[in-house]
């Protein structure tokens, strides 16, 4: 998918949200465990609620990893229930010596057929190239995330007397590396404080901001301070909307929690994205 693609399904839908699909087998609702997969009668059902208010899922792949053969199996079915127009990442976090990365390019690429793939910059720009070599697919390389673990090594002063965080080196160089066109960034919701640092070196880029919900980061926050004139920014929300609820109506409370969020949404894109 392209930028100008995905830029549209944020304009027709009046949304940048991501469904995340971090699909735990423990937090079920009872009624889906009798079925032949629930992690895929969940996904399906969340996807039917959800489809038209989100412009991308991003299934941690972590979630699915967890229960072996099974759990690759329900990735694989789950990505058949997404609509063509909306935007997949691969939330994996990989990145590997050249011919290593090269291969977890293909797995996410060619065989699971996903848009784009979240991938660690800590091994350097080998081991993020060959996640760049196919025109429409994405690398959404780890900038500033929104843990508390951020701080030991991304906020670290490259020297003393420095001004330059490492994540903003980690900007300045990755983005040499391919166009606003083939990579996004993760910047967690909780380092608003930071997104005009980002912007400055990123202006363009697409970021991907988790950690609203859950994690206690601000939508508004980062929507005032983050958005482009292509909006840029892919907010994901897990938690908040895929366990809204644990009975039988949890689809329905997904789309109740995923529609609240739209509509702020739209407030914001009509504020802050100057043609709209
Ligand atoms: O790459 C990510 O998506 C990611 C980066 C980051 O800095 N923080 C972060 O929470 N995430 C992921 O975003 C999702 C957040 O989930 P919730 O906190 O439940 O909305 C999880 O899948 C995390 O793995």
Redesign the pocket.
């Known amino acids: 998918m392209t930028r100008e693609q995905l830029f549209e399904q944020i304009l027709l839908k009046k949304s940048y949200l991501c469904v ?1 699909l ?1 699909t735990d087998p423990k937090k079920l609702p009872e009624h889906l465990l009798d079925t032949e997969d629930p992690v895929l009668e969940f996904n399906r059902q969340i996807i039917e609620a959800t489809a038209d208010l989100c412009v991308a899922y ?1 299934p ?1 792949i972590a979630f699915y990893e967890a229960q072996g053969p099974r759990g690759w199996i329900s990735l694989e079915k789950t990505l058949q229930y997404i609509p063509k127009e909306i935007f997949t990442i691969a ?1 994996a ?1 990989r990145g590997d010596i050249g011919n290593t990365s090269e291969l977890y390019a293909r797995a996410f690429f060619e065989t699971l057929k996903f848009d784009s793939v ?1 991938v660690a910059p800590y091994m350097g720009a080998d081991s993020v190239k060959p996640f760049l070599v196919q025109g429409g697919k994405w690398v959404i390389l ?1 900038a500033l ?3 508390s673990g951020s701080q030991d090594f991304q906020m670290l002063k490259l020297a003393d007397g420095s001004e330059e965080y490492l994540f903003e080196q980690v900007l300045r160089e990755s983005s040499t590396w391919a166009t606003a066109g083939q990579m996004m960034y ?1 910047v ?1 919701a909780t380092q608003a404080e930071y997104v005009q640092r980002v912007r400055k070196l990123v202006p363009n880029h697409f970021l ?1 901001v ?2 609203v ?3 206690g980061g601000s939508l508004e926050e980062i929507s005032r301070l983050g958005m482009n004139q292509q909006c840029g920014l892919l907010v ?5 909307i895929i366990y809204a609820s644990s009975g039988r109506d949890f689809a329905e409370r997904a789309r109740e929690a995923a529609l609240q969020i739209q509509q702020e949404m739209e407030g914001y894109l009509e504020q802050y994205v100057q043609h709209l």
Not at 236 to 240: L, P
Request: aromatic share 0%; charged share 20%; proline share 4%.
């Open positions: 995340g971090d991003k941690n939330d976090k979240t780890l995330t929104s843990n993760v967690g991907l988790p950690g919900g859950a994690q994901n929300s897990s938690r908040g």
